[in-house]
């Protein structure tokens, strides 16, 4: 996941205004998208390899990726606006002009990083105000398409407070049985995050301050479910709960609702966090497009 970290303070930086562009309202989705771009980071693994200052310009089959996920987005019935968190809108511009196409169809606007995502986050809810429910992903998440957003908003719809999306490890073996993924092990199966959230009410910020508490820990999962307490630690070595009971558990930790919304994408759960990475979503993205027909 990209993080942001180097313009706290910043002024916000609106997306052009541009003559016939779509305002939110005559659209008919009820989400606001907010996509994590990140900030220029050094030390970066892909865009380093790539000689790139940030890792959501680089192109991935012939386009950045950032502006793959927009697409997305652009094209799910349940997207009504974008905020797009990054911390040079100048660069995002310059590199992507194609978003000033999509600001026909979608109202778009960029906020500068926070601190952390979770400041990120918690910023571009205090500056939109009353824009819920939000749903998030992140600018690696080049194989987003509209039918993994739409499903997950979707059944998003029937739940309160946070909606988190997972794949089952059974799906990606199955379909990418060579894609290393961080999974979450449970009764049943075992998860992998699919870099969808659904804040679908404002209790939903106690999980946003909570996570502020674990966001370093998210790529080791026991550490991540020892900072749930204990008990929970050990049902989660032992795999004693079960999907819905380890969300009940994680609810009251929280003091907000969370549910798991499982997608049957083996994709959703692939995005761009290593060179491999790079490479499977490269000969996957060129997969799709020998397979898309030609107009006659």
């Given at each position: 996941?990209?993080?942001?970290?180097?313009?706290?303070g910043k002024p916000l930086v609106?997306?052009?205004?541009?003559?016939?562009?779509?305002?939110?309202?005559?659209?008919?989705?009820?989400?606001?998208?907010?996509?994590?771009?990140?900030?220029?980071?050094?030390?970066d693994p892909v865009a380093s390899?790539?000689?790139?200052?940030?890792?959501?310009?680089?192109?991935?089959?012939?386009?950045?990726?950032?502006?793959?996920?927009?697409?997305?987005?652009?094209?799910?019935?349940?997207?009504?606006?974008?905020?797009?968190?990054?911390?040079?809108?100048?660069?995002?511009?310059?590199?992507?002009?194609?978003?000033?196409?999509?600001?026909?169809?979608?109202?778009?606007?960029?906020?500068?990083?926070?601190?952390?995502?979770?400041?990120?986050?918690?910023?571009?809810?205090?500056?939109?105000?009353?824009?819920?429910?939000?749903?998030?992903?992140?600018?690696?998440?080049?194989?987003?398409?509209?039918?993994?957003?739409?499903?997950?908003?979707?059944?998003?719809?029937?739940?309160?407070?946070?909606?988190?999306?997972?794949?089952?490890?059974?799906?990606?073996?199955?379909?990418?049985?060579?894609?290393?993924?961080?999974?979450?092990?449970?009764?049943?199966?075992?998860?992998?995050?699919?870099?969808?959230?659904?804040?679908?009410?404002?209790?939903?910020?106690?999980?946003?301050?909570?996570?502020?508490?674990?966001?370093?820990?998210?790529?080791?999962?026991?550490?991540?479910?020892?900072?749930?307490?204990?008990?929970?630690?050990?049902?989660?070595?032992?795999?004693?709960?079960?999907?819905?009971?380890?969300?009940?558990?994680?609810?009251?930790?929280?003091?907000?609702?969370?549910?798991?919304?499982?997608?049957?994408?083996?994709?959703?759960?692939?995005?761009?966090?290593?060179?491999?990475?790079?490479?499977?979503?490269?000969?996957?993205?060129?997969?799709?497009?020998?397979?898309?027909?030609?107009?006659?």
């Open positions: 996941m990209a993080t942001c970290a180097s313009n706290a609106a997306a052009k205004t541009h003559q016939g562009k779509t305002t939110p309202n005559e659209r008919s989705g009820a989400f606001t998208a907010v996509i994590l771009a990140g900030s220029r980071r050094a030390d390899v790539f000689g790139y200052q940030y890792k959501a310009l680089v192109p991935i089959a012939g386009q950045p990726m950032v502006s793959r996920v927009v697409d997305a987005l652009v094209a799910s019935k349940s997207v009504k606006s974008i905020v797009i968190v990054f911390d040079n809108s100048e660069s995002l511009y310059a590199s992507c002009p194609e978003l000033l196409i999509a600001a026909d169809k979608v109202e778009i606007s960029v906020i500068s990083c926070g601190t952390s995502i979770c400041d990120s986050l918690a910023n571009v809810i205090k500056t939109t105000g009353t824009s819920w429910p939000y749903l998030v992903t992140t600018a690696d998440h080049a194989l987003l398409t509209p039918q993994m957003v739409d499903e997950f908003c979707t059944d998003a719809f029937g739940k309160s407070g946070l909606a988190v999306g997972l794949v089952e490890k059974k799906y990606l073996d199955a379909k990418h049985p060579n894609s290393k993924r961080t999974y979450l092990p449970f009764r049943e199966t075992d998860l992998s995050g699919a870099n969808l959230f659904a804040f679908m009410q404002p209790q939903a910020m106690n999980a946003i301050e909570f996570w502020r508490k674990v966001e370093r820990k998210r790529k080791k999962p026991w550490k991540l479910f020892a900072a749930f307490g204990w008990i929970n630690f050990l049902g989660f070595l032992m795999k004693r709960f079960t999907v819905d009971q380890a969300f009940d558990r994680a609810s009251v930790r929280l003091g907000a609702s969370v549910r798991a919304i499982r997608l049957p994408y083996a994709e959703a759960a692939i995005d761009v966090d290593s060179p491999k990475d790079f490479v499977q979503v490269s000969e996957i993205l060129e997969n799709r497009a020998q397979s898309i027909p030609v107009p006659v």
